[in-house]
């Protein structure tokens, strides 16, 4: 028979920490973003097992710096969700439209404006 490793599995699960970095300083330091809101967004949307509300010690957000936010996860926790949940927040706050979440590296989401480009040589030909 081979031996019961189930037991052993179970007993000692893999301890797992995440941080995310979301760095809003451009959109802050041209005051059209609050960050202090944002935080308080994240910890009245994030779910954890299911349920909003729910962080506890699991889950924790902070602001750093003027612009940066810091989510700390010691659970299975997925950038994409609070890439998601940024783009949910600039949805509700009518800022998607000159707004964009950018991943710059590993964990660090960035939030930078469009590059627009005006056509108006085109309305001088006419």
Same mark, same amino acid.
């Given at each position: 028979?081979?031996?019961?490793?189930?037991?052993?599995k179970a007993a000692k699960p893999a301890?797992?920490?995440?941080?995310? &970095? @979301?760095?809003? !300083?451009?959109?802050a330091g041209d005051k059209i973003f609050?960050?202090?809101?944002?935080?308080?967004?994240?910890?009245?949307?994030?779910?954890v097992d299911g349920r909003v509300g729910n962080l506890g010690? &699991? @889950?924790?957000? !902070?602001?750093?710096?003027d612009g940066k936010i810091v989510v700390l996860a010691h659970t299975q926790f997925s950038g994409r969700y609070l890439k998601y949940l940024t783009k949910k927040y600039l949805k509700k706050h009518?800022?998607?439209d000159w707004l964009r979440?950018?991943?710059?590296?590993?964990?660090?989401?960035?939030?930078?404006f469009?590059?627009?480009?005006?056509?108006?040589?085109?309305?001088?030909?006419?």
């Open positions: 028979m081979a031996p019961n490793t189930k037991s052993a301890k797992v920490t995440n941080k995310f &970095v @979301i760095d809003a !300083s451009r959109p609050d960050v202090s809101q944002f935080e308080k967004f994240l910890h009245d949307k994030i779910k010690d &699991v @889950i924790q957000i !902070s602001q750093e710096g009518q800022l998607r979440v950018v991943s710059t590296s590993r964990g660090v989401y960035e939030l930078k469009y590059n627009v480009v005006d056509d108006g040589a085109e309305e001088d030909e006419d």
